[in-house]
């Protein structure tokens, strides 16, 4: 397959995670949705890494992967105390940022 | 022709399973289906002559992030006491924004030409190792670092109150 | 023509303000009185002394030098923007003496006057004093019209400050406000006229402009706008028609104050300056009929003011608007000399007669005439100094008045104004009339109260003999120097018929009771009543003010609230509007955040494209 076509295929991903950020109410359901937009970046990386026959693509897909576990792992975190505190995780609730 | 039908399953089912993650009315489902399509992506890895990435995917994602959130969901459910519905709120502009922004990534896809692929790499898991102790041993360090401190956020928020 | 030292003309200047300096900064001096008293009349005498001493040393030159030197004070490209300095002229020499004389004997008279007042308050009255000084001789040294401006409203705040000397008393208050708010209204079209002068000649210095206008290369447009705005200044300051009403009220203030700038100098400044600019006006002869016109009319209106008044320093009062509508009458005519001889003449005797009701007041503690009698008696030489002043003021010959009348009289006629003339003569009648009512009615007859006999102060006295002396000198010194040619034959024996006739009347009606005055002025009802009511003028003043200011001041008010304040609410408004519209895009939902990152990203694709 050409290169084109991963590349669709990681939009085509990454449209779906942008549309999960926008649309879900709970929190973690955001995050599913930044999972997915991740997962789309590394398709996106390893194909030109192989089109180019550079590893500087597939290196900086692990440290994404790496990072990626690290980000949740926070995220999570804070969801569960943000729940405590408020005793919801759903979106339209958390607006203390609110002008 | 294996890669193009390999290519062509792998596609379809990251493509719906990605669908289900961001529509399905049930967070425990979404997550399930979250796994499907991390699956697949490993797939993809692997079409993509990168073993290693597949087997780091499969671990690290599939089978840590997935557990983590699967944790996450379970602590906050039980707290309230009921499964959490979805109902997405304005579905339609979500739809126009990620439609629109895909339109506009394909545009600068479409307008590159074709690329040859070159012939793939002898081992790539050794080439890999010397790149990671080589030129990019600092970075290697560093995300060392990052994860220490995530493991630490992570331990600090969520600790008990005493 | 014969001009003066400038370096004397100078120190004639710097030695009152010297003397102001010193009593104004120096606080102990200042509260102790009679030291800054003291110190003041030391510098008057020596300001007298250097100004004598410029008489004599001045030095004859042809007719068209230039008589002013003058020092750079605005430097400019391409010549001074302004600049000062000393014009020492003949004119200006003598009003210096003048000046100086009078300031110096009117401040010896008030160290008896005032004897009574308060240490502090005394030598606040003699820093004024001095400042005035400085302030009058700046004005007539001047060589251009800004210096002269400035000294003009110098001597304004002065003539304020010395009417309002006893500022706890409203009435002086009110007085000395009025004073400064009127001439404020004429030097409003003093300082215009000033302004459009340069703004098309591009200097205020006389020596340029007289030159110009003799040689006839002074090209003006609106001239005469120009010359009859300076006139105004004029009508402000020399208290013309009708802008006179301040005058009278000005008698609030000590008697002496009233007798030096009252009578001798200030209120002169309009005639001196109308003189001094002679040159300029004589371009715009339809402004000099004007000024003799005015002249005249205030010159009669005035003195029937006068035959009415009860008050002793109003009388005076109206009396000096009288005789400054003849200076500017003559000035008018034609002949500034005529003008200033009356105005020196005028300085002396009516500088006395203040000077000399001042005692009168002091002996009968009132200022009312028909409250006073029999003074001749009891003080002879009082009496007398006040009769020969009088008889100057009537224009009876061989005294200084007369001669003076009569040029003023000859240059009226010489210039062909028919009624005016008639105005003036009507004027000479009147003045001995009600002059002479005064001093029948306070010297004599009979005393209606008894009073004790102490005798005048010391210093009053004397001031008032040497006034007297002066007076007689000068009228004898006027009679050696010859008549004026233009005057025809019949005119001298017409005024002094007039003055006899006044002083016959006041006669018979007030010594002789023969006529009664209440049917005289019976018989002049409807005159009588409006001079009674001055004329009704003051209250149209007020009403005017009242009406144009009060009424202006509520349009600007509505102007500043509702535009000026209007458009910074608005504005302000407008902001807040603006910033609680914008905070709506802080709803605090990340997602909403997200939608604008997405945007962006959409935006900077679709740029990527174009580019």
């Known amino acids: ?91 339209d609730h958390l607006d203390l940022l609110r002008g | 022709m294996t890669e193009i039908l390999g290519f062509w399953v792998a596609a379809v089912v990251l493509v719906a399973a990605s ?121 290697l360090q560093l995300i060392g670092v990052l994860l220490v401190i995530a493991l630490l956020g992570a331990l600090y928020f969520a600790r008990t109150e005493d | 023509m014969r001009l003066g030292s400038p370096e004397l003309a100078v120190l004639v200047l710097f030695l009152p303000f010297v003397s102001f300096l010193l009593i104004a900064l120096i606080r102990p001096l200042r509260r102790s009185g009679r030291p800054a008293a003291a110190v003041s009349i030391l510098a008057m005498a020596a300001a007298l002394l250097t100004a004598c001493l410029m008489w004599q040393h001045a030095i004859d030159a042809p007719r068209g030098t230039n008589p002013s030197v003058l020092w750079s004070w605005l430097p400019a490209d391409g010549g001074p923007m302004a600049s000062v300095g000393v014009w020492v002229d003949e004119m200006a020499m003598q009003m210096c003496m003048l000046v100086t004389l009078v300031s110096l004997l009117v401040q010896i008279y008030s160290w008896s006057y005032l004897a009574d007042e308060p240490p502090p308050s005394l030598g606040r009255y003699y820093a004024y004093h001095s400042l005035f000084a400085f302030s009058m001789l700046g004005l007539v040294l001047a060589p251009g019209f800004l210096q002269m401006f400035i000294f003009w409203e110098l001597v304004g705040l002065c ?16 007085a000395a406000v009025k004073a400064f708010w009127i001439t404020k209204l004429g030097d409003l079209g003093f300082v215009a006229g000033i302004a459009m002068l340069w703004g098309s000649t591009g200097t205020f210095d006389f020596a340029t402009l007289f030159q110009a206008a003799g040689a006839g290369t002074l090209e003006v447009a609106g001239l005469g706008t120009i010359m009859f705005l300076i006139y105004l200044g004029a009508v402000g300051k020399s208290a013309q028609f009708p802008l006179h009403i301040w005058l009278p009220d000005a008698m609030e203030g000590p008697t002496p104050v009233s007798a030096l700038i009252h009578a001798a100098t200030m209120v002169t400044a309009g005639v001196y300056m109308v003189a001094r600019a002679y040159p300029l ?260 003043f007020a009403a005017a003010y009242r009406g144009v200011l009060l009424g202006l001041s509520r349009v600007i008010g509505w102007v500043d609230r509702y535009l000026v304040d209007g458009v910074v609410n608005a504005l302000s408004a407008a902001a807040l509007r603006a910033g609680d519209q914008l905070r709506r895009l802080q709803t605090g939902h990340p997602q909403d955040y997200v939608y604008g990152v997405a945007l962006g990203v959409l935006l900077l694709l679709v740029w990527a494209q174009l580019r």
């Open chain 1, 1 to 91: 397959m050409p290169l084109s076509a991963y590349l669709e295929l990681a939009a085509v991903v990454f449209a779906i995670g942008l549309f999960g950020v926008l649309t879900r109410r709970n929190a973690v359901g955001i995050l599913l949705g930044i999972e997915l937009m991740l997962n789309a970046v590394n398709i996106n990386l390893v194909a030109f890494s192989r089109f180019r026959a550079d590893l500087t693509g597939v290196v900086f897909t692990l440290f994404t992967i790496a990072i990626t576990v690290a980000e949740v792992a926070v995220g999570l975190a804070i969801v569960i105390v943000i729940f405590r505190v408020r005793r919801t995780i759903e979106a």
């Open chain 3, 281 to 540: 006006f004589a371009l715009v002869p339809s402004v000099l009929t004007l000024v003799a016109w005015v002249g005249a009319f205030t010159a009669l209106l005035a003195a029937t003011m006068a035959c009415v008044e009860r008050d002793i320093k109003r009388v005076l009062a109206y009396s000096t608007i009288s005789q400054l509508g003849y200076m500017m009458a003559a000035n008018g005519a034609g002949s500034p000399d005529a003008a200033f001889e009356h105005l020196t003449a005028h300085g002396v005797f009516k500088a006395l007669l203040f000077l000399g009701a001042g005692i009168v007041i002091h002996h009968f503690h009132t200022n009312d005439v028909f409250r006073m009698g029999g003074l001749f008696v009891q003080r002879p030489w009082v009496g007398g100094a006040f009769v020969v002043a009088t008889l100057a003021l009537a224009g009876v010959w061989p005294l200084p008045g007369f001669f003076s009348k009569e040029a003023v009289l000859a240059a009226v006629l010489h210039g062909r104004l028919t009624l005016p003339f008639v105005m003036l003569m009507a004027t000479a009648f009147l003045t001995a009339f009600y002059m002479f009512r005064v001093v029948f009615l306070a010297f004599f007859g009979h005393a209606h109260h008894p009073h004790e006999h102490h005798a005048p102060p010391l210093a009053m006295d004397l001031v008032c003999r040497a006034l007297a002396v002066l007076t007689l000198v000068l009228g004898l010194r006027a009679l050696f120097a010859g008549h004026h040619a233009e005057a025809p034959a019949w005119l001298p024996w017409l005024s002094l018929a007039a003055a006899a006739a006044g002083i016959a009347l006041a006669w018979a009606t007030y010594q002789r009771h023969a006529l009664d005055p209440a049917r005289l002025s019976a018989a002049l009802a409807p005159l009588a009543f409006l001079a009674r009511r001055r004329y009704f003028i003051d209250a149209i």
């Open chain 2, 19 to 139: 669908l289900a993650v961001v529509l399905t009315p049930n967070l425990f489902h979404a997550v399930l289906w979250l796994a499907v399509a991390l699956v697949a992506t490993g797939g993809v890895f692997l079409l993509l002559d990168s073993p290693f990435l597949f087997a780091a995917q499969l671990l690290l994602y599939a089978g840590g992030v997935v557990t983590i959130v699967v944790f996450a969901i379970m602590l906050t459910e039980r707290l309230v006491g009921e499964s959490i519905r979805q109902t997405s709120r304005f579905v339609f502009n979500g739809a126009a924004l990620s439609a629109a922004v895909f339109v506009g990534i394909l545009g600068f896809v479409l307008q590159a030409g074709a690329v040859a692929r070159p012939a793939a790499a002898a081992d790539q898991l050794r080439d890999l190792g010397r790149a990671l102790v080589g030129p990019f041993a600092f970075p």
């Open chain 3, 159 to 174: 003539s304020y400050l010395l009417i309002g000397y006893w500022y706890d008393r409203p009435s002086a208050a009110q």
